[in-house]
């Protein structure tokens, strides 16, 4: 087995990977020492592949090889501009290619903001030992010192003469070389890659149409297939009849795990053909479900005792002697994740083996259940890994996969099954819908004495922790607090969710201090920073990060510079603000400027972001980052599922919209310089959107909204 290298879970061998080249090439074993170089013996080789991530050509050009997906948010461009920078590299002379599944990359999951957190050292490490490798190659061919040579844009300078080598021409020596085992790493003062504005390397194949998704795919012989799946969650086939589909020329119908697989020549023919299935359903005991009534269940659950997360020990005495108390109660709904690209997969199932293509955010899962599920060896099966149309966390679960390798192995061909943007919306794992009971106790001197924050809903993730991320993190000076979580099961799927459990959790309490504010007569933003001014550091997020109450400082006063915090604004105008630490890791900071107004109602106007995300790799990633996420966050006011008779109700972007062009606000996203590490940025706007935006229509109109989605009127 791969030992790790360190606690993010990527391993030595991911590290330092290992590969061949075409001919002969250097091929790094698990302990990172090169070992026989495979081709024939004396063949020159035709690329220098020091590891699993880098090759180089003998003309020069330099591929990397990238370990995460590609779902729009541009992490091969930034992944890429980190080997690169190590490298020494040309960038006009860098391309790029998905790592697949293999004993060489074992986590290639890509999901939970951490792409560019997990791996900025593990690339810079193995970019700096290739460029090591190359400088020990260009002093041999010179005799010189190899502290004369040095790295330039793809070429190896002897400085005392300026005599050059391009890196192609010092393949077959430089593979000879041997790797070291802690190559210096360049200080960031000499950065030339990192840190500036670039443009993605697949977006002119992602705009001209070369770019290829998993819907792209064609494999000789390969059969359309969709799925007729019960319409409730649990239920069971009770009887079916195909035979009024099978009429349509070429298609079949067959029952498969998730239902009967309607099979045929081409889309359009078994989207015909599904209409015509005669099918009959046992919904079994969820058949009654009803949201609700689920909601019902909730507010029974939260008058029952709630396990308690974190609690001060003085917290019972403070809410006692308080002189007040402010409480209220929120209630946010269950969401679907809604791509632009519906779920897809292409799988060929043969006796020996299978061959997969999806969109995944995580092939090596992808590739284990497979297997599983058809009794190979992981290696007989290859997960080729597209770009994606958005993923949100939908695409990290593999049950989509799963069904076409189904199809497939039922079919004894390859199989492309499509789901629908009504398949998309009625069976997912839904982000779970909770109710969040808070409550502030005030002294006499117009403070916060305690503060308590109890979570009712069902539960996801291994441990307690996830159930409450973004309310235990809890970065203000409050003296006292308890913070608990009371589990309320259903059997719905539940799913990661882009923000996962923050965008709740961190939503209602962001929208709560507001509150509390407004009852101490206190300005919301001079709030916040009075409340982290001494707050001392705590421990953050899933995985223990330290939260730093000054950087959270810092970016709110960046965002409220920005948005004139304070300005007068027309009637009917108002801002509001939040902010949060992101798992302990991304220090964000969001005003929002609304109006509500007749005719149109209420407009989101302008979304001013800070965000602290350490050293940044690419600025231009980061702003599309907060871009997408406030776009996507601003769908969630107004989006959400309901379940009548055990079934989903919304259906397409019709009943479950997402925000429309006419609808995006200006958005600006000021960075804070930083030299800390890289964190990620893919997920931590979202949770501070909500707040701001429900903060702001109570400035706007004095009206506190506690539910979503948003009323469609306003009186």
């Known amino acids: 087995m791969s030992t790790p290298l360190h606690p993010s879970g990527i391993t030595r061998r991911e590290a330092l990977g290992w590969g061949t080249a075409a001919a002969a090439a250097l091929v790094l074993g698990l302990d990172g020492v090169r070992s026989e170089a495979s081709g024939e013996q004396g063949v020159q080789p035709e690329a220098f592949v020091p590891s699993g991530w880098i090759r180089i050509e003998r003309d020069g050009r330099v591929v990397l090889t990238i370990g995460r997906s590609e779902m729009g948010q541009g992490v091969r461009t930034a992944l890429a501009m980190i080997l690169a920078e190590e490298l020494g590299a040309d960038w006009r002379q860098v391309s790029v290619v998905q790592a697949l599944p293999s004993p060489a990359f074992q986590n290639l999951g890509t999901f939970g903001s951490r792409s560019i957190r997990q791996l900025w050292m593990p690339l810079r490490q193995a970019g700096a030992a290739a460029r090591e490798m190359l400088r020990a190659a260009a002093a041999s061919r010179w005799g010189v010192a190899l502290e004369t040579i040095q ?77 007729v799946r019960c319409p409730v969650f649990g239920g069971t086939l009770r009887r079916w009849s195909g035979a ?19 099979v045929g020549p081409d889309t359009w023919s ?18 009654g479900f009803d949201t609700q009534r689920y909601w019902t269940q909730l507010e ?105 390798v189904e199809v497939s192995r039922a079919i004894g061909a390859p199989a492309q099954v499509l789901w629908t943007r009504e398949d998309d919306t009625q069976h997912d794992r839904y982000h779970a819908a909770n109710l969040h009971l808070l409550r502030a106790s005030l002294d006499a001197g117009g403070g916060i004495a305690s503060w308590s924050h109890t979570i009712v809903g069902p539960g996801r993730g291994p441990t307690l922790i996830h159930q409450v991320n973004g309310a235990h993190d809890l ?59 001494d707050a001392p550091e705590i421990e953050g997020g899933r995985e223990g990060a330290r939260v730093r109450p000054q950087r959270l400082a810092e970016v709110l006063r960046i965002a409220a510079s920005h948005a004139g915090w304070g300005s007068p604004l027309p009637p009917g105008h108002g801002r509001g603000i939040s902010a949060g630490v992101y798992d302990g890791f991304t220090y964000v900071a969001e005003v929002a400027e609304v109006s509500v107004l007749p005719p149109e109602g209420l407009r989101v106007r302008r979304v001013v972001c800070a965000v602290d995300c350490g050293r940044v790799v ?98």
Request: proline letters at 10%; one cysteine or more; a positive charge.
């Open 151 to 227: 790295a330039d844009a793809g070429w190896m300078v002897h400085g005392p003469t300026g005599r050059r080598l391009r890196y192609g021409s010092l393949v077959a020596l430089a593979a000879q070389q041997p790797v070291p085992a802690s190559p210096p790493l360049k200080d960031p003062s000499t950065f030339s890659h990192v840190g500036r504005p670039t443009r993605r390397l697949d977006a002119p194949d992602i705009v001209t149409g070369r770019a290829r998704y998993s819907a792209d795919v064609r494999v000789p012989g390969m059969r359309r297939a969709v799925i």
């Open 244 to 262: 009024r589909a099978e009429r349509i020329a070429g298609v079949r119908v067959l029952p498969v795990p998730s239902g009967l697989a309607v």
């Open 270 to 287: 078994v989207l015909r053909a599904r209409e015509q299935v005669e099918v009959e359903w046992d919904p079994g005991p969820h058949g």
């Open 300 to 404: 029974e659950a939260a008058r029952t005792p709630s396990v308690a997360v974190r609690e001060t020990p003085g917290f019972a005495a403070a809410e006692t002697r308080a002189s007040s108390q402010v409480s209220a109660e929120y209630r946010l709904p269950f969401q679907a994740h809604a791509p632009l690209e519906p779920l897809n997969a292409v799988a060929h199932v043969r006796r020996d083996g299978c061959e997969i293509w999806a969109g995944t955010q995580d092939p090596n899962e992808v590739q284990r259940q497979a297997a599983q599920a058809l009794g190979l060896p992981l290696e007989r099966v290859k997960v080729n890994v597209t770009l994606m149309g958005g993923g949100f966390g939908r695409r990290g679960s593999p049950d989509f996969v799963l069904e076409a």
């Open 475 to 533: 970065p203000y000076r409050v003296p006292e607090m308890r913070i608990g979580f009371r589990e309320v099961p259903t059997h719905l799927p539940l799913g990661a969710w882009r923000g996962i459990q923050m965008v709740n959790n961190l939503g209602a309490r962001e929208c709560f201090l507001d509150e509390v504010a407004h009852r101490l007569g206190k300005d919301p933003y001079q709030l916040r920073l009075g409340l982290l001014a």
């Open 618 to 715: 690419n600025p231009l990633t980061v702003e599309g980052q907060v871009e997408g996420a406030v776009i996507w966050a601003l769908s969630a006011l107004r989006s959400q599922i309901t379940l009548r008779d055990g079934r989903v109700e919304q259906s397409t972007y019709r009943d479950f919209p997402v925000a429309r062009l006419s609808e995006i606000p200006t958005i600006e996203t000021h960075i804070v310089s930083s030299e800390e590490p890289p964190v990620g940025i893919g997920e931590p706007v979202v949770p501070m959107l909500m707040p701001a935006v429900l903060n702001a229509i109570f400035a706007a109109t004095g009206q506190r909204i506690r539910r979503l989605p948003l009323p469609d009127r306003w009186t």
